[in-house]
């Protein structure tokens, strides 16, 4: 079965965050960051595994965990001023926001 375009894109957030995650602890010793970055990645795993099936909800969770990335990342990135990670992870989760949201609102009700 072929993914969807949203399917792929989700996973691709997923990997970026947790690898992310992963990079914040091994360079700073952040085990927030692993945390955050870990369980981040494993529920827009989960996303991208229900998207198919139930995609108003999968969409929702999606939109919450990326509305978060952006709003932490985002001030990260006002901050620090920092293109990577914050800036780059912002950007995606502005992307991700919008996406998830057209799904929420072009699926019928």
């Not at 709003?71 to 950007?91: N, Q």
């Not at 996406?99 to 699926?107: A, F, K, P, W």
Request: glycine share 16%; net charge positive; no cysteine.
């Amino acid at each position: 079965m072929a993914l969807s375009m949203s399917q792929k894109l989700t996973l691709g957030y997923a990997a970026l965050v947790g690898v992310g995650g992963a990079m914040g602890y091994m360079k700073s010793g952040s085990q927030k960051s692993l945390a955050a970055g870990g369980l981040s990645a494993a529920v827009l795993y989960y996303v991208y595994t229900q998207l198919p099936t139930n995609p108003v909800f999968a969409s929702s969770i999606g939109l919450g965990i990326s509305a978060a990335l952006l709003g932490v990342m985002g001030s990260r990135f006002k901050r620090s001023g920092k293109v990577f990670p914050a800036g780059v992870v912002s950007l995606v989760s502005l992307v991700m926001t919008g996406g998830y949201l057209h799904g929420i609102m072009r699926s019928p009700h």
